[in-house]
């Protein structure tokens, strides 16, 4: 197998869409993806585009992807790269191309001077969680993600 790590094109909003929906069938949540194809397309490649992909492939066929964006550490003083999504099919798992995306993320932050490359991972999740470990990732077990969505944010927005 030779796995080759591509940035993304707006031709891959198909494939990239059904990998997020493989990735929330595997995580259990496929009832939370709400988008289409179409929709990440304009978000990914529109005029501000929102985040970037990489897409791992061997002789053409796809194996996985890696969605990713930046955010800015304000105690470093620089930006960070964080790993929305990360999925590789099953026949390809074990075969290195995790390991080489994340790589390639690495290589984005050391060449764009990012202080980190941070993401989440579903505490259920250890397979993953072993992955991440054995490449040197730590816990962040003292922070508590917060989110508002939906109604929440709705009103939030509203009461200012």
Known sequence: ???????????????????????????????????DAEALAAQLFG??????????????????????????????GRPGIYLE?????????????????????AALAIERDCARLEWAVLNWNTPAIDFYRSLGARPMDEWTVN????EALRALAASG
């Open 1 to 35: 197998m030779t796995i080759l790590i591509r940035e993304a094109v707006r031709e891959d909003a198909p494939l990239i869409f059904r990998f997020i929906c493989d990735l929330a069938e595997y995580e259990k949540l496929r009832h939370e993806v709400k988008g």
């Open 47 to 76: 005029p501000r585009p929102y985040a970037e992909v990489l897409i791992a492939e061997d002789e053409g066929a796809p194996l996985g992807f890696a969605l990713f964006f930046h955010n800015f550490s304000t105690f470093e």
């Open 85 to 105: 999504d990360l999925f590789v099919s099953p026949e390809a798992r074990g075969k290195g191309v995790g390991k080489r995306l994340l790589e390639r993320l």
């Open 147 to 150: 989110r508002v969505d939906g």
